[in-house]
Each structure stands twice: as structure tokens, then as C-alpha cells.
């Protein structure tokens, strides 16, 4: 028995042994090349490894178009984190209501999550594609004057003063079902007797979603942040079918910018300069989750 | 009877919401099913008059000046088969063994191989185009697979790793007792009770291969090549190609996994909650 146990143990690490010399390779390995790569001096089509220090950060925090993508994935990552939780809870909370026909509706709103960000990025960018004054509105915008909201329209993503809000319109579309099915499934687990209970005490409908539903729901709320927030902070395809970088560069993120700075115009480093940063910004909303999430296993 | 006026506005409020989510699957249909003559962007609400699959035929063959999707969802097919199949396999086999046989450090080596789920691919694409380079499968569909299969390793390891840490122990007792070692409880166990959890990471994988995009245009930039995501976008942001021609491709690309949803929304399900609600 002892033997055999042993030689399981044996068995057990040489089968994970290719997966784990994989993503030692593949994620640790690369993430540290690439972190090499953006100390050198390779910025041209030929690389150079020659060792310059952090001059390639310094030069990117110069850059102006740099700084407008790190503003607009903020301003991203707040609407749309923000704007698919709202939504998805609000979504959840309805459809809790015992509805003839949930089914239909759940599969309605969770739909866009089964198509690629390319798919979506092409059709909002007609939806949004907000027509001209001569030849008149279309899409959203043509919409909107049918329904008598004309005073709504806008320049979406043509205008710089919307630009990534445009973005962000589509990517709420996309994701704000994904979180009314998580919270769904959080509410279905509350059971009934502990919002009757409050009832009883005498709370209003508000007060038990405000103090009993939300507090049980933080695990969910808690997940589908880092799910959204990781979504975020990487989004790229969406902007690159959508919008690209957009006029004066409004429409424009890190990731993309990195793609056309590493790929396009072979500046290698401070490519890589960028990808650090992103990497280093995914981490500090990961890294945390992880931990808590392996120290509640280990105390399960 | 007092709260009907309550119930029918909620149900209104539902309806509201579905015609938003529906809003650009309706253009893109009706669009792509008007014929030439009646493609106009100022009356692009209105429903088709007459119906043509032309724009079908075009975003698949192609027409004046461009090429159609359909040899690029060939090679989409040929890359996500196969990339499934193995990442499935693969996620089988480390999710069994991080679920039922801990060895010292287990636990942090998980914790390790889920990170690899999160990174923002840009942090390794450099390395990767110079290793896949070195080894001849850059620019080429077997490249695609191998980045596929390796950068799913975390999520499929992870749900397979939960699906497995529900079977009863008991049931693995047993059959230890029979005298089976790691290898005879995952055949006998395991393996014959895995069918959902395939389904999951199936179904996970293929949407998500399917759809992806960042690797296939890094990795991929020939034509001969491309995955449809890469030609769909290239196809809608040419100028000469028609605007129903465009919706009728996005559509196309879009089918495989609506339909996977439709049908096996269910499972699509599940994997979606458990990549992110763990334990």
C-alpha cells in the first residue's frame, strides 16, 4: 500500500508535468522576456537587447497618445464594470419576480456573450454609426428620432468628446447578461425564509434587498468584478472592429496601442513597456482574488 | 388583483430589455437578407420588401474586388477542432490529479497555472511570435492550435478540477481498495462520469477559440490562414465591400457558437459560473 501510494505520487506529478512546464514556459517565461525586452533597446524590426535602463517607460509616459489610452481605460473600466453590474443586477432582481416565460428571457439577454467581440464591434459600429446633418441620422441615432428621443442623439464614437463611451455602450450590451445570470443564480440561492423574516420584522421590500440580499450576494458581486475588471482592463478587439484608435485618439487603449506600437511600427520595447504596465494593472485586481480565493480553500 | 398594474409593467420592462439585446440581431438579419436594390443605411429599421440570399453568397464566395469568409471559417474549423479536443483532454487529466491526488505544493502550483488565465496576452505575445518563429509554426494553423491548447490550460484544468472534486470519495475508496492505482480510478471512475464536465469544456473552449481574435492576428497575418474573426474584420473594414455584405459575414461568423448557445445553453452555462464563482 505504501509503495504504491509512493509510486502514484510519482505518477500523479509526471503526468502534470508537460502542462506545468507549459505555462512555467509560456506565461512565467514570456512574461519575463517580455519584461527583458522592455529594458532594451529594440526598436526597430531587427532586435537589440542592448541593456537602456527604464528609457522606454519614460518615453512612453511622455507620449501624450499613451496617457489619453490610459485615461480612456479608465474611464472604460468604470462605465463598463459599473455600467454591466447595474444593469445585470437590475436585470436579475426582474426576473426574480417568478416570470412566465424566465427562460426566454434569460436566454435573450445572455445571447451577446456567445459572440465575439469582432461580431459586436462590426454591428455597433453601423448602430452607432451616427449618419450625417446633410444626409440624415442612421442607426441608434435614426432610432431615437423614430421614437421621438431625438434630443438624445449623438456623435458616438465620431465624436471625441464621446469616443470611448461609445465603446463602452457596445461592451455593456455585450457583458450586462453574463452578470444577470450570476446574480440569478446568487439570488436562487437565498432562501426565501430569511427575506420573509425581515419581512416580518417589518422591512420594506428596499430595506431587505439594501441589508439581506446584497450583503449575501457579495461573493457574486466580488467575482464578477474581477471578471468584468480583467474583460476591461484587456479589451482590444472590440476597439479594433469598432473604432480603432479614433479620432485624436479618443477610441484608443493600452492593449491596442501596444499591438500597433510592437507589430506595426516595430518598437518592440516600448511595446513591451506597455504590456508590463497592463500586466502589472491586471495583477493588483488578480493577485488579491487569487489569494483570498486559495485561503478559503485551504480553510474549507 | 391590486399588484396586476405592477406586473404588467415589469413584464413590459422585461420586453423593453429583450428588444435592446435583440436590437442588433435584427439589423444584422434584415439586413442581410434585403436585396441590393433596397440596401439603404437611412432606412436600415425597416423590414425587408423582398427577400435575397445574395449578400449570403457574396460574404461566403466573394464579389467585386474582395474575397468571401468561406475558406476562413474552413480554417476556423480546422483550428478549433482539434484545439478543443486536446485542451479538453489535457484539462481531464491535470484537473483529476490537482482534484484527487495532492502532492506537496499542489495547491500552489494551481494557483500559479490560474493566473496564466488572466494575464493580459500582450505580456507574452513577443516571445510567443519569436518561439513559434523558431520552431516553423508561425503564420500557420498548427501554431494557432498549440497557443489555443496551452493558454487553455488554466481554465480547463479548473473546471474539470471542480466538476471531479464532486464525485463522492467513497466511490474512489472503492475502487482504490479494488486495487485500482491513479491511472485505474480515472478510467474506471472518473472518465465514465466525465461527460458533462466534457460538455462544459467543450463548449467553453470552442466559443472561446472560435472567437478569439488577439492570437489569430498576431500569429496568423496570411491570408491563406486567417481565422474568420481576422477576415471578418478585414472584411467589414473594407470600403468596397458592401454594407449587407458585411452583416450577412458577421453573421456567418457568428452562427457557430449562436447555435452551440441555443442548443447547448445549458452547459455554456455552467462554464461560464465556473469561471468565476470557484469552489
Not at chain 1, 71 to 77: E, S
Not at chain 2, 158 to 168: D, E, K, M, Q
Request: charged share 10%.
Amino acid at each position: 500500500m505504501r509503495f504504491k501510494l509512493r509510486r502514484d505520487t510519482i505518477l500523479s506529478v509526471l503526468l502534470i508535468l508537460p502542462s506545468a512546464l507549459a505555462i512555467f514556459i509560456f506565461v512565467y517565461g514570456f512574461i519575463a522576456f517580455t519584461a527583458y525586452v522592455s529594458f532594451s533597446n529594440w526598436n526597430r524590426l531587427v532586435p537589440d537587447y542592448t541593456f537602456v535602463g527604464a528609457s522606454n517607460y519614460l518615453r512612453l509616459f511622455q507620449n501624450p497618445r499613451f496617457i489619453i489610452t490610459l485615461r480612456n481605460l479608465g474611464v472604460f473600466t468604470g462605465l463598463f464594470v459599473g455600467g454591466s453590474l447595474f444593469l445585470g443586477f437590475f436585470l436579475a432582481v426582474l426576473l426574480d419576480r417568478r416570470i412566465k416565460a424566465e427562460g426566454f428571457f434569460r436566454t435573450v439577454y445572455l445571447y451577446p456573450l456567445a459572440l465575439s467581440f469582432i461580431v459586436t464591434g462590426v454591428v455597433w459600429r453601423w448602430l452607432l454609426n451616427p449618419g450625417s446633418p446633410q444626409m440624415g441620422s442612421t442607426g441608434i441615432n435614426l432610432l431615437l428620432e423614430m421614437m421621438g428621443l431625438g434630443f438624445l442623439k449623438s456623435g458616438w464614437y465620431t465624436d471625441p468628446r464621446v469616443g470611448i463611451i461609445a465603446v463602452a455602450v457596445a461592451a455593456i450590451w455585450q457583458m450586462s447578461g453574463y452578470v444577470m445570470a450570476m446574480y440569478l443564480a446568487g439570488l436562487r440561492g437565498i432562501p426565501e425564509e430569511l427575506r420573509e423574516a425581515a419581512r416580518v420584522d417589518g422591512a420594506s421590500e428596499l430595506q431587505i434587498y439594501r441589508f439581506v440580499v446584497l450583503p449575501l450576494l457579495r461573493p457574486i458581486t466580488f467575482g464578477a468584478l474581477i471578471v468584468l475588471g480583467h474583460i476591461s482592463l484587456k479589451i482590444y478587439d472590440l476597439v479594433v472592429a469598432m473604432t480603432g484608435p479614433g479620432p485624436g485618439y479618443s477610441c484608443d487603449v493600452p492593449a491596442y496601442f501596444m499591438w500597433e506600437l510592437t507589430f506595426r511600427a516595430n518598437r518592440f520595447a516600448q511595446g513591451a513597456g506597455i504590456a508590463v504596465i497592463l500586466l502589472f494593472i491586471v495583477s493588483l485586481l488578480i493577485i488579491p482574488y487569487l489569494r483570498y480565493s486559495l485561503r478559503r480553500e485551504v480553510e474549507a | 388583483m391590486r399588484i396586476k398594474p405592477l406586473r404588467i409593467l415589469l413584464y413590459a420592462v422585461l420586453l423593453a430589455f429583450a428588444a435592446y439585446y435583440l436590437m442588433p440581431v435584427y439589423v444584422l438579419v434584415v439586413t442581410s437578407l434585403k436585396g441590393f436594390a433596397e440596401v439603404n443605411l437611412y432606412r436600415m429599421w425597416n423590414p425587408p420588401r423582398s427577400f435575397s440570399l445574395e449578400s449570403f453568397r457574396r460574404a461566403l464566395f466573394g464579389g467585386m474586388g474582395y474575397q468571401g469568409l468561406a475558406p476562413n471559417i474552413l480554417n476556423s474549423v480546422v483550428m478549433v477542432l482539434p484545439a478543443t479536443l486536446i485542451s479538453a483532454a489535457l484539462g481531464s487529466l491535470n484537473g483529476y490529479i490537482f482534484a484527487r491526488w495532492q502532492f506537496r505544493g499542489a495547491n500552489t502550483l494551481f494557483t500559479l497555472a490560474l493566473f496564466g488565465m488572466f494575464i493580459p496576452y500582450q505580456s507574452i505575445l513577443i516571445p510567443l511570435v519569436q518561439t513559434l518563429r523558431a520552431v516553423g509554426l508561425y503564420g500557420s494553423i498548427p501554431g494557432l492550435i498549440l497557443t489555443h491548447v496551452i493558454y487553455g490550460i488554466p481554465i480547463t484544468t479548473l473546471i474539470f478540477r471542480n466538476y471531479y472534486a464532486t464525485v463522492p470519495k467513497e466511490l474512489v475508496e472503492a475502487a482504490r481498495i479494488d486495487g485500482a492505482g491513479l491511472l485505474g480510478v480515472y478510467r474506471r471512475i472518473m472518465l465514465p462520469l466525465s461527460l458533462p464536465g466534457f460538455a462544459v469544456v467543450l463548449i467553453w473552449q470552442f466559443t472561446s477559440i472560435w472567437n478569439d481574435f488577439l492570437f489569430a492576428v498576431t500569429v496568423a497575418q496570411n491570408p491563406a490562414v486567417q481565422p474568420v474573426t481576422v477576415a471578418l474584420n478585414n472584411l467589414a473594414g473594407s470600403f468596397i465591400v458592401e454594407w449587407n455584405v458585411q452583416m450577412a459575414g458577421a453573421l456567418l461568423a457568428a452562427l457557430p457558437t449562436l447555435l452551440v448557445y441555443i442548443f447547448l445553453g445549458r452547459y455554456f452555462m455552467r462554464g461560464l459560473l465556473a469561471g468565476s464563482l470557484k469552489g
